[in-house]
Every structure is written in structure tokens, then in C-alpha cells.
């Protein structure tokens, strides 16, 4: 039958209430919802609260959609609010001892040096206000359980405590006062599989900026990791197939950079406990490395007379050819600024924009009297984000400098002379440059060819002197 046919049939009969509809004296049908339908029912005392719970929760999340999509935080609102919490953040480590409050403008000050930092651009000229420190304030370290020379030294970050390593394979750990803390004994040659510690000469050492590792490396290639506190090893690696000659950590993370004779960097993520990478490029023993707060690190070549800035995002290097015959080391004053030395005792200040060093001192220890030869310079440390440099050699002084910045030239000029007698292996500075940490020894840590029956292998802990 066709459709309009029926659709006449069907008109003027009134329709059936469906079984979903109820009559209603008072008004025209209506039709009940299921939660209605179950209200007319008797309901007990739990089953209202769960009712009224329910619609309670149903608003209460359109509510909350309604919001989220009314409150979506633009990026330019996400810069506001982080500033907000980062200025908040700075206010509440504000030290008990400082009665004054925090004005805005050291806020101002303390982001403005973040942020110039964070960009390899923080520079303080502090070194002017160094003076000649007073000999009597010296503190000599020396431990029974480190008798041989002292071959490096680390400073944690919040200048709590220092480390020493030396050639009878030990690692000391002391307070900044003087306390001996801690120690890990050295071991024979052949017990590698069954000693906790390192059994062949301490070359580097190197602690995390927050303080949980202490990373060191030895003469046969081996790299420890340690609890800092508890010095508890937690890992032992072996890639390298020669010496280590220096660690270094990036400055606010975990990944740790090491060099060594056999010519290669590598790099390791200490939270996942592995090695990362390798990095090549030198043709002879690297004898130095740095690193600071970008994804790269600096390293020196020896006699091959390279200094190369491994840029690991990027998957580039820059090289730089010394004047040196030997480059023996290398340290950062900034990211882009960084001080070279070398076995015929001269001392190079460079920079990343300049292939050549902007300056070079010859003979910055003087001449050896016998032979008429250049002082080997065997340490340098730098204090970074500033000017202030010191200097270790042979000739029974440290030499304090300063770099000089003048129209785009950088340059060095001597502060001061500190009287040490015995080789200067290492050295490094407190983060705040209040102390100058110095490993002392009667051999030079690579070899045994010059000796200082005067000099005592030990730690001195050198006080440094602000005028007033």
C-alpha cells in the first residue's frame, strides 16, 4: 500500500500513551526519567546520600571543565606566573642571619646574573680586591693514610668538604676545617675483581654540583663512582684503555665527561649508571678537560698542540691550535673564555670567537736555575664567571692573576705570589672563592724524574685575603 495511503488511515485516531508515560489529573502527560521513576520508590537513608553525592560530583565536573576551558594559560601567562614563583623562591632562601629583608632590586640583580650565566655572559671583576693572604692561616692537611704525593683535588659545591687523591691509589675525604671525614684505601695491582677502591695511582677527580657523586679515575683506565657522603662505591666502569687524565661534570646534571691517554672522551649518564658516547678528534693524549653548564666540554691534547670544544647537540667540534709546545691543561673561566698552560711554563688566555690565544705569558714560573730551563706549570685553577686565576708550578710559588678585559682583548696580569714549596699537582677554588684548596707533592703526579726532599705531600688549604 503506498505511503501516503496509510499515512491517511492513521489520521484523527488518537494515540496510545506509551507505557513510558503516567496520567496526570492536574495536567497533560509527562514523561519520567528512570531517576524519577526510582525517587517514587522508598529510599533509604544511604541511598539519598549517594543520590545527592552523584549530582553533586556530575555539577562539580562541568563546573571544572567550564573552568579548565575558561582558564587555559597562554605562554606569555606561563612566563609570568614561573617569574612569580622563581622571585618567591629567591625571597625564602634568604639566610636567618640576614635581618634585612630582600629588596626587589637584589631580586633584580640575582636574575639578571641567572640569566647571564645561563648565557656564558656572567663576568665579576673581583680580583682587584684579593690580597696577599696571611701565611699563619694556612691549614696543612696530612693524612697516615696518604704518604705518597698528592696527584688532585675536588671541592664540593657547597664548599663543605674536599677530596684528595694521590699515587698510593687512596682517596681522602676532609671537612673544609681541617676534619678527616672518610677514606678509601688504595689497593695492589691484580685485586681489581676483589678491592673496593682504585689499585693504581688517582689521576682526576671530580664531584656533582648537588653533591650526591664523587667520580674518580686512575692510572689504569678505571672510573669509580662513589656515594659522596658515604664514599659507598656504586659503580666502576672500563672503557678507556689507558689512563684517566681528568673528569668533569656539567654543572646541574648527572652526565659526566672523561678524558684520557688513549685519545678519547666519553661520556656517561651516572642516573642510568651507562655510557653514552664516544668523542674523537685528538691525535694525541688528552691531558685536560672542563666543563660547565652547556651540553659540551673542553679538552687539551698534549703534544699534538689542540684544544677542542666538543658541542654534543650540535655534533660539532671546535679546534684551536696552541703556541704551546704542549698543551698540559686546560680551564674555564666562562663558556666562551678559557686558560691554557703548557710544559714551557707559559700561560695562554683564549676565547671561542678567536682561533689564536689573545694573549700568552712565556716563563710565567721563571727559569729553573740549573739548566736555565722554563718551570713546567703543572695546575691552574680558575674561579668561574670572574677574573681571578692562580697558577702551580715547581718553583715553590702559586701565582694569583688577573684577567684583564680590554676593547675585546683578554690578557693577564699578576696580583700576587704565594709561597708553597713542592710541586703543585692541583688545584681548585671554592665556589665563592673564599679558599684556595692546593695538592702538594714532592713528585710530579705523572712521573718520578724531579723530587722535593723539602716539600711534604699534603693538602693546603690557603684562606684567601679580601681588603678591606
Same mark, same amino acid.
Request: aromatic residues 8%.
Given at each position: 500500500?503506498?505511503?501516503?495511503?496509510?499515512? /491517511?488511515?492513521?489520521e484523527?485516531?488518537?494515540?496510545?500513551?506509551?507505557?513510558?508515560?503516567?496520567?496526570?489529573?492536574?495536567? &497533560?502527560?509527562?514523561?519520567?526519567?528512570?531517576?524519577?521513576?526510582?525517587?517514587?520508590?522508598?529510599i533509604?537513608?544511604?541511598?539519598?546520600?549517594e543520590?545527592e553525592?552523584?549530582?553533586?560530583?556530575?555539577?562539580?565536573?562541568?563546573?571544572e571543565?567550564?573552568?579548565?576551558?575558561?582558564?587555559?594559560?597562554?605562554a606569555?601567562?606561563?612566563?609570568? $606566573?614561573?617569574?612569580?614563583?622563581y622571585?618567591?623562591?629567591? $625571597?625564602?632562601?634568604? *639566610?636567618?642571619?640576614?635581618?634585612?629583608e630582600?629588596?626587589?632590586?637584589?631580586?633584580?640583580?640575582?636574575?639578571?646574573?641567572?640569566?647571564?650565566?645561563?648565557?656564558?655572559?656572567?663576568?665579576?671583576?673581583?680580583?682587584?680586591?684579593?690580597?696577599? &693572604?696571611?701565611?699563619?692561616?694556612? $691549614? #696543612?692537611?696530612? +693524612?697516615?693514610?696518604?704518604?705518597l704525593?698528592?696527584?688532585?683535588?675536588?671541592?664540593?659545591h657547597?664548599?663543605?668538604?674536599i677530596?684528595?687523591?694521590?699515587?698510593?691509589c687512596?682517596?681522602?675525604?676532609?671537612?673544609?676545617?681541617?676534619?678527616?671525614?672518610?677514606?678509601?684505601?688504595?689497593?695492589?695491582?691484580? *685485586?681489581?675483581?676483589?678491592?673496593?677502591?682504585?689499585?693504581?695511582h688517582v689521576?682526576?677527580?671530580?664531584?656533582?654540583s648537588?653533591?650526591?657523586?664523587?667520580? +674518580?679515575?686512575?692510572?689504569?683506565?678505571?672510573?669509580?663512582i662513589?656515594?659522596?657522603?658515604?664514599?659507598?662505591?656504586?659503580?666502576?666502569?672500563?672503557?678507556?684503555?689507558?689512563?684517566? @687524565?681528568?673528569?668533569? #661534570? /656539567?654543572?646541574?646534571?648527572?652526565?659526566?665527561? @672523561?678524558? +684520557?691517554?688513549?685519545?678519547l672522551?666519553?661520556?656517561?649518564?651516572?642516573?642510568?649508571?651507562? #655510557?653514552?658516547?664516544?668523542?674523537?678528534?685528538h691525535?694525541?693524549?688528552? *691531558?685536560?678537560?672542563?666543563?660547565y653548564? /652547556?651540553?659540551?666540554c673542553?679538552? @687539551?691534547?698534549?703534544?699534538?698542540?689542540?684544544?677542542?670544544?666538543?658541542?654534543?647537540?650540535?655534533?660539532?667540534?671546535?679546534r684551536?691550535?696552541?703556541?704551546?709546545?704542549?698543551?698540559?691543561?686546560?680551564?674555564?673561566?666562562d663558556e666562551?673564555?678559557?686558560?691554557?698552560?703548557?710544559?714551557e711554563g707559559?700561560?695562554?688566555?683564549?676565547?671561542t670567537?678567536k682561533?689564536?690565544?689573545?694573549?700568552?705569558?712565556?716563563?710565567?714560573?721563571?727559569?729553573?736555575?740549573?739548566n736555565g730551563?722554563?718551570?713546567?706549570?703543572? +695546575?691552574?685553577?680558575?674561579?668561574?664567571?670572574?677574573?681571578?686565576?692562580?697558577?702551580?708550578?715547581?718553583d715553590?710559588?702559586?701565582?694569583?692573576?688577573?684577567?684583564?678585559?680590554?676593547?675585546g682583548?683578554?690578557?693577564?696580569?699578576?696580583r700576587?705570589?704565594?709561597?708553597?714549596?713542592?710541586?703543585?699537582?692541583?688545584?681548585?677554588f671554592?665556589s665563592?672563592?673564599?679558599?684556595?684548596?692546593?695538592?702538594?707533592?714532592?713528585?710530579?703526579?705523572?712521573g $718520578?724524574?724531579?723530587?722535593?726532599?723539602?716539600?711534604?705531600?699534603?693538602i693546603?688549604?690557603?684562606?684567601?685575603?679580601?681588603?678591606?
Amino acid at each position: 500500500m503506498p505511503f501516503f495511503i496509510r499515512g /491517511r488511515r492513521n489520521e484523527g485516531k488518537p494515540k496510545r500513551p506509551s507505557k513510558h508515560h503516567l496520567k496526570s489529573k492536574d495536567g &497533560p502527560l509527562k514523561k519520567k526519567s528512570k531517576l524519577e521513576a526510582g525517587l517514587e520508590e522508598e529510599i533509604t537513608s544511604e541511598e539519598d546520600e549517594e543520590i545527592e553525592n552523584y549530582v553533586k560530583g556530575k555539577n562539580n565536573n562541568e563546573r571544572e571543565g567550564k573552568d579548565i576551558e575558561e582558564n587555559v594559560e597562554t605562554a606569555q601567562e606561563k612566563k609570568v $606566573r614561573l617569574a612569580r614563583e622563581y622571585i618567591q623562591e629567591l $625571597r625564602e632562601q634568604k *639566610t636567618k642571619e640576614d635581618e634585612e629583608e630582600l629588596d626587589d632590586e637584589a631580586v633584580t640583580v640575582r636574575l639578571r646574573e641567572d640569566a647571564l650565566e645561563a648565557a656564558g655572559k656572567l663576568h665579576k671583576s673581583i680580583a682587584d680586591s684579593y690580597i696577599q &693572604p696571611d701565611l699563619n692561616s694556612f $691549614r #696543612f692537611l696530612k +693524612s697516615k693514610q696518604q704518604k705518597l704525593p698528592i696527584t688532585c683535588v675536588a671541592v664540593s659545591h657547597d664548599n663543605k668538604f674536599i677530596f684528595s687523591g694521590s699515587k698510593d691509589c687512596s682517596i681522602v675525604k676532609y671537612s673544609i676545617d681541617g676534619q678527616r671525614l672518610g677514606h678509601i684505601p688504595g689497593g695492589r695491582k691484580g *685485586t681489581e675483581a676483589v678491592h673496593i677502591g682504585h689499585t693504581s695511582h688517582v689521576y682526576a677527580l671530580a664531584v656533582s654540583s648537588d653533591g650526591k657523586f664523587l667520580a +674518580s679515575g686512575d692510572e689504569q683506565g678505571y672510573i669509580c663512582i662513589w656515594d659522596m657522603q658515604a664514599l659507598k662505591r656504586l659503580k666502576r666502569f672500563k672503557k678507556h684503555r689507558s689512563a684517566i @687524565s681528568g673528569l668533569a #661534570f /656539567r654543572r646541574g646534571t648527572h652526565t659526566l665527561y @672523561s678524558a +684520557s691517554h688513549d685519545r678519547l672522551v666519553m661520556v656517561w649518564n651516572l642516573d642510568a649508571m651507562a #655510557f653514552v658516547e664516544n668523542l674523537g678528534g685528538h691525535q694525541d693524549s688528552i *691531558t685536560g678537560i672542563d666543563s660547565y653548564m /652547556r651540553e659540551s666540554c673542553i679538552t @687539551s691534547g698534549g703534544r699534538d698542540q689542540a684544544i677542542i670544544v666538543y658541542m654534543i647537540v650540535e655534533d660539532k667540534q671546535l679546534r684551536f691550535v696552541s703556541p704551546h709546545e704542549s698543551v698540559e691543561g686546560v680551564k674555564l673561566l666562562d663558556e666562551k673564555t678559557f686558560v691554557t698552560f703548557g710544559q714551557e711554563g707559559s700561560l695562554g688566555v683564549w676565547t671561542t670567537l678567536k682561533k689564536r690565544p689573545h694573549s700568552v705569558i712565556k716563563a710565567a714560573h721563571g727559569l729553573q736555575p740549573g739548566n736555565g730551563q722554563p718551570n713546567w706549570i703543572c +695546575s691552574v685553577a680558575t674561579l668561574i664567571n670572574t677574573d681571578l686565576v692562580a697558577s702551580g708550578s715547581m718553583d715553590g710559588h702559586i701565582r694569583v692573576w688577573k684577567v684583564c678585559f680590554d676593547k675585546g682583548l683578554r690578557f693577564l696580569e699578576l696580583r700576587f705570589t704565594i709561597p708553597i714549596p713542592g710541586i703543585i699537582n692541583s688545584m681548585a677554588f671554592t665556589s665563592t672563592g673564599s679558599h684556595l684548596v692546593v695538592g702538594v707533592g714532592q713528585e710530579h703526579k705523572l712521573g $718520578r724524574w724531579y723530587k722535593d726532599k723539602i716539600a711534604k705531600n699534603s693538602i693546603v688549604v690557603i684562606p684567601m685575603k679580601i681588603k678591606e
